[in-house]
Every structure is written in C-alpha cells, then in structure tokens.
C-alpha cells in the first residue's frame, strides 16, 4: 500500500514538473513574439543603423549584414562600434561594414555624420533610426535640449530630413523608427517641451520622446507619399538590454531581484531586433507607410500616437528648433 502512495505521489510530482516546463516554453514563446519570415536580399543596398553596437541594435544590423547589405553604423562610441563591427563581420561573412561616428545629443555631429556620408555613399536604401536613452536624469545638450527629447527625437528628425535626398534617388526606400509602447499615455507638451517650467519627470519625457517617434514618422509618410519613401515606427518589445541602466541605478536592488524574472520575461536582443528587421526588409509593405509595428505586425498605437494635427505642429516645431531650413 505504502509503495503505491509512494508511486502516485512521484507521478504526481513527475506531472506537476512537465506542466511547469511545458507551461515556461510557451510563456517564452508568446513573449518572444512574432519572427520575421521574409527572405529578402539586400545585395547593392545601403543600410545605416544609429547606434547599432550593442542590443537590439547590433542584431539588426547584423541581420543586414547577411543579408548582404552595406552597413553603416552610426555611434557615438568608436570603440565598441568597431569590436561590434569586427564581430558583425566575422559571423556573417560581409565585409563591408563600416563605422561612423554620430552623437544624436549634438546637432553639430548629426550634420557632420550627413555631410561625410553624402560624399561617401553612393546611395541609401534604409535609414533605422534605432539608437536612444531611457530615463536618464535631467541633462543638457550642448545645444540646450532635454537629452532624452534631443536624443530620442530631434536627431533623428534631423537626420533623416537631411538625408531624404539620398532616400528619394535610391528609392524604394526605407525610413524605420524604433518608438516603444511607452508612448501610451505621452503627450507633447509643446509650451514646455524640455521641463524649464514643470519638474522633470524621467519617465514622462521617455513617454514624450517616444511618442514623438511616432507622429514623426506618421507625419514623414504623408510628406513623402509618391516619393518612393516610406516611413514605419514599431515597438520593439520588453528587452534585457543596457538601456535600463539608470533606472537600475537609482534601484540597485532593483537589478538583483528582477535578475531571474528579467531573463524569462524580458525578450532577447536577436527577438527585440525582428520587427526592426520585419519593417525593414518585408516585401510589399510599402502600403502600410506611416503605420505602427509590434511583433511584426501593423498595430494600432495609442490615441496620441494618430492625431495628425499634432504630428503637424511637432514637425514644424522640430524643424525650428533644429533650424531645418529646406523642409520637404
């Protein structure tokens, strides 16, 4: 009798472990999210990729790679640019992947970085405007913007319009914005844009920032119709990546107990990177410019995300604070 409780109860338990195993495959399945399918070259194109030496960044501009794209990454660190590079190059067998420098906090770089590429690139077939900070403290730029705003948005803002001009002669072409779904809930404050009235709230400018990514490239897609050009912003997913580490730093315990969640409920960088890869390479997407991606399928952002009258007047207000003088 005894032997037979015994029994039972290492069914049981035998049971109760498979449920558990089989249940945290499938948890990291749905959070892995969508894959992208498509099998699309990219011999004889360009692609430059802000930022792309580390994270989701890195993937992507890995993937480009062997997908035998020229890749430019734009950085503001050279040196982990280039051991990224190095790395790139080794485990795709491209060799034409390059390093530049780019810091998105000074608009003097960003137009630098366009100038040199301009003269040295024969062509631009997809921009991924893919670099950005999360939740830093209140900093300056040395051009007396909120980092996270200047950083996330107006360099980018920047740097796309003064290359739509290499966009437009190599079109079809690709714009790819990476945003978040912390733009939910975001608005943009256009009278107080960088907190010199209210106080600083990190977490409130990521949300602005990111939002931001979005109605401008809302906004570039219907400026860019019939062009060639077409524009896509897209969330990423919840990543185990560097990006957190300011928040991590006022928390540091923070970082020991999320450690084990983290790795099971956070997506890797190569699953983070897919719908970057998804917007920049699916055939036939053309048709969902200015559209919002997540797990690699058009999603519909939050209400903030889809007020073109805002997209408007963000455009415009971006172009004067980076002092754009040819818009399209």
Not at 230 to 235: A, K
Request: net charge positive.
């Amino acid at each position: 009798m005894m032997d037979r409780v015994i029994t039972s109860d290492r069914v049981n338990y035998g049971a109760v472990i498979a449920l558990s195993a089989v249940s945290l495959i499938l948890l990291r399945k749905w959070i892995a999210g969508g894959v992208c399918r498509s099998r699309a070259g990219l011999d004889r194109k360009t692609v430059v990729i802000t930022g792309g030496n580390n994270g989701i960044g890195k993937e992507t501009a890995r993937e480009m790679a062997r997908r035998g794209a020229r890749v430019v990454m734009a950085c503001r660190d050279l040196t982990s640019a280039e051991n990224a590079a190095d790395s790139i190059r080794r485990s795709t067998g491209n060799g034409n992947v390059v390093v530049r420098h780019l810091n998105l906090a000074s608009l003097y770089s960003v137009r630098q970085f366009a100038k040199e590429l301009i003269a040295t690139e024969e062509r631009l077939d997809i921009l991924i405007n893919n670099a950005g900070v999360m939740m830093c403290p209140k900093w300056t730029t040395e051009d007396g913007f909120e980092t996270q705003f200047a950083v996330n948005h107006l360099g980018h803002f920047l740097l796309t319009n003064l290359m739509l001009g290499m966009l437009k002669r190599s079109s079809p072409s690709r714009v790819v914005n990476v945003s978040s779904i912390a733009h939910v809930g975001g608005k943009i404050e256009f009278d107080d844009l960088f907190f010199d009235k209210s106080p600083y709230s990190p977490l409130v400018s990521y949300k602005q920032s990111k939002l931001a990514n979005i109605l401008f490239s809302r906004e570039l897609a219907r400026r860019m119709k019939g062009t060639g050009v077409s524009s896509y912003s897209l969330h990423p997913g919840v990543i185990r990546t560097g990006l957190g580490r300011h928040i991590e730093s006022w928390f540091p315990m923070l970082k020991t107990v999320m450690t084990l969640p983290s790795m099971l409920l956070m997506k890797t960088p190569w699953q983070g990177a897919q719908t970057s890869i998804y917007c920049a390479v699916t055939e036939g997407l053309e048709r969902k410019s200015g559209c919002y991606f997540s797990d690699c399928a058009d999603k519909d952002p939050a209400p903030e995300g889809k007020d073109d009258a805002v997209a408007r007047r963000l455009w415009e207000e971006s172009a004067r604070l980076v002092e754009l003088n040819d818009q399209c």
